[in-house]
C-alpha cells in the first residue's frame, strides 16, 4: 500500500539485488489510460481476476473479453485496498480506507465477501478511529490478517471471532504486506521503512505482542542486500516473494528462508525495472505469481492523480517455474 502513508514517497535505495532474470511478464488485466490506481488482485470463486481500485473505490472483475465490470462498490471518497483470496472458505478479504485527497480520516474496515457473487458476508471495524488498513493475508486455518498503517498495529479476524490485535508497533514503523507460512506458526510482515520481521502466531495467541523500539529488530539481509521499500509479499512454498518498489529499481524478489523463518538465506531478483512500475501486491498460483505490476500509483500525489490520461494499470502473470528461467 505504497501511496498512502508519507514514507511512502519512495526511498530511492539503489544496493545491487542479485542476478536478475531476463523473463518476460505475460500481461493478464490492463485497465483504460485513466485514473484507476489498481493495489490489490485475487481470484474470484468462478476464476476471474476481481481488482481493487483505490482511486474508483470499486471492486473489478475482469471479463474475458478485457472488460472490467464493478464487483462492489464502496461509498464515497473511499477506496478498495488490499484483497486476499481464501479458496477453501469461498470467502474474499477486501480493505476499505479513504481515497487519497481526502483531508479527514474515513473510518476504515475488513470485509468479508462472497469469492463469486461480491455479496458482503460480514464486516470488522478497526477500534481506533485513526487506523487506515493496507494489506491483508489469510492464513491457511482461514485467519485474515490486515496491516494498520496509521494506528501501527497488525490485527487478526479469526473465523467466528471479533476483530483483534495481533501486535502493537514502534512509532517508525510502517506496516505493509505479509505472509503466513504453510503450517501456521509464523506471519512475516514488510516495513516499508527498515525491512522484514517475523510474529511467532502461537506466542501470541493468547495476547497481543508489544515490539519496542529496542525489541523491534528487522531480519538481516543476506549478502547487504536490501529488504526495505517491500511493499507486497506472497508465499511460495517455503521462500516469500516480494514486491519492491522502495528502491530506485523497482523488483519482484525471492526470498529464501531458514527453516523457522526468523532469516533470509538467499535473495533473487526474479525481474526489476521495466516494465514494472510501482508494483505492489499479488498472490501465488500454482508455480505463478499473479500481481499488479503497474499500479499506476506514481501518477498520483496526495491529492489525486497528477494526470488525466496515465498509462494503463497492469495485471502481469510471472512464471516461477524453474523450466522457464534462461
Same mark, same amino acid.
Given at each position: 500500500?505504497?501511496?498512502?502513508?508519507?514514507?511512502?514517497?519512495?526511498?530511492?535505495?539503489?544496493?545491487?539485488?542479485?542476478?536478475?532474470?531476463?523473463?518476460?511478464?505475460?500481461?493478464?488485466?490492463?485497465?483504460?489510460?485513466?485514473?484507476?490506481?489498481?493495489?490489490?488482485?485475487?481470484?474470484?470463486?468462478?476464476?476471474?481476476?476481481?481488482?481493487?481500485?483505490?482511486?474508483?473505490?470499486?471492486?473489478?472483475?475482469?471479463?474475458?473479453?478485457?472488460?472490467?465490470?464493478?464487483?462492489?462498490?464502496?461509498?464515497?471518497?473511499?477506496?478498495?485496498?488490499?484483497?486476499?483470496?481464501?479458496?477453501?472458505?469461498?470467502?474474499?478479504?477486501?480493505?476499505?480506507?479513504?481515497?487519497?485527497?481526502?483531508?479527514?480520516?474515513?473510518?476504515?474496515?475488513?470485509?468479508?465477501?462472497?469469492?463469486?457473487?461480491?455479496?458482503?458476508?460480514?464486516?470488522?471495524?478497526?477500534?481506533?478511529?485513526?487506523?487506515?488498513?493496507?494489506?491483508?493475508?489469510?492464513? &491457511?486455518? +482461514?485467519? %485474515?490478517?490486515? =496491516? #494498520?498503517? /496509521?494506528? @501501527?498495529?497488525?490485527?487478526?479476524? $479469526?473465523? !467466528?471471532?471479533?476483530?483483534?490485535?495481533?501486535?502493537?508497533?514502534?512509532?517508525?514503523?510502517? &506496516?505493509? +504486506?505479509? %505472509?503466513?507460512? =504453510? #503450517?501456521? /506458526?509464523? @506471519?512475516?510482515?514488510?516495513?516499508? $521503512?527498515? !525491512?522484514?520481521?517475523?510474529?511467532?502466531?502461537?506466542?501470541?495467541?493468547?495476547?497481543?505482542?508489544?515490539?519496542?523500539?529496542?525489541?523491534?529488530?528487522?531480519?538481516?539481509?543476506?549478502?547487504?542486500?536490501?529488504? $526495505?521499500?517491500?511493499?507486497?509479499?506472497?508465499?511460495?512454498?517455503?521462500?516469500?516473494?516480494?514486491?519492491?518498489?522502495?528502491?530506485?529499481?523497482?523488483?519482484?524478489?525471492?526470498?529464501?528462508?531458514?527453516?523457522?523463518?526468523?532469516?533470509?538465506?538467499?535473495?533473487?531478483?526474479?525481474?526489476?525495472?521495466?516494465?514494472?512500475?510501482?508494483?505492489?501486491?499479488?498472490?501465488?498460483?500454482?508455480?505463478?505469481?499473479?500481481?499488479?505490476?503497474?499500479?499506476?500509483?506514481?501518477?498520483?500525489?496526495?491529492?489525486?492523480?497528477?494526470?488525466?490520461?496515465?498509462?494503463?494499470?497492469?495485471?502481469?502473470?510471472?512464471?516461477?517455474?524453474?523450466?522457464?528461467?534462461?
Amino acid at each position: 500500500m505504497r501511496g498512502l502513508a508519507g514514507v511512502m514517497t519512495g526511498l530511492a535505495l539503489a544496493l545491487a539485488a542479485g542476478t536478475a532474470s531476463a523473463q518476460t511478464l505475460e500481461t493478464l488485466v490492463a485497465t483504460a489510460a485513466e485514473p484507476v490506481t489498481i493495489e490489490s488482485v485475487a481470484r474470484g470463486g468462478d476464476g476471474a481476476l476481481i481488482l481493487s481500485s483505490v482511486w474508483l473505490g470499486r471492486l473489478y472483475r475482469a471479463e474475458a473479453d478485457g472488460r472490467l465490470t464493478t464487483l462492489l462498490e464502496a461509498d464515497p471518497e473511499m477506496g478498495f485496498y488490499g484483497l486476499a483470496a481464501d479458496p477453501e472458505r469461498g470467502v474474499l478479504y477486501a480493505v476499505i480506507a479513504e481515497r487519497p485527497g481526502r483531508a479527514e480520516p474515513g473510518g476504515t474496515s475488513l470485509l468479508r465477501i462472497d469469492r463469486t457473487s461480491g455479496a458482503v458476508i460480514d464486516r470488522a471495524m478497526s477500534p481506533d478511529p485513526m487506523s487506515r488498513f493496507g494489506d491483508v493475508a489469510v492464513g &491457511p486455518d +482461514g485467519s %485474515a490478517y490486515v =496491516a #494498520d498503517i /496509521r494506528a @501501527l498495529k497488525i490485527f487478526v479476524w $479469526r473465523p !467466528g471471532r471479533a476483530l483483534e490485535t495481533l501486535a502493537v508497533l514502534p512509532e517508525r514503523a510502517s &506496516p505493509q +504486506g505479509m %505472509a503466513v507460512s =504453510a #503450517d501456521g /506458526r509464523w @506471519l512475516v510482515f514488510a516495513d516499508y $521503512r527498515n !525491512g522484514l520481521h517475523r510474529i511467532d502466531l502461537a506466542a501470541v495467541a493468547q495476547g497481543p505482542a508489544t515490539l519496542t523500539a529496542e525489541t523491534y529488530e528487522p531480519m538481516t539481509p543476506p549478502d547487504a542486500g536490501e529488504l $526495505r521499500g517491500i511493499d507486497g509479499l506472497a508465499r511460495h512454498g517455503d521462500s516469500i516473494l516480494a514486491m519492491q518498489n522502495g528502491t530506485r529499481t523497482h523488483r519482484v524478489l525471492r526470498l529464501t528462508m531458514n527453516a523457522d523463518w526468523s532469516a533470509v538465506t538467499a535473495r533473487q531478483a526474479l525481474v526489476e525495472g521495466a516494465p514494472l512500475s510501482d508494483p505492489t501486491t499479488g498472490f501465488v498460483e500454482g508455480d505463478d505469481l499473479i500481481f499488479v505490476s503497474r499500479s499506476q500509483w506514481t501518477d498520483f500525489g496526495r491529492d489525486g492523480p497528477t494526470t488525466p490520461t496515465p498509462a494503463p494499470a497492469v495485471v502481469s502473470r510471472l512464471s516461477l517455474s524453474e523450466e522457464t528461467r534462461p
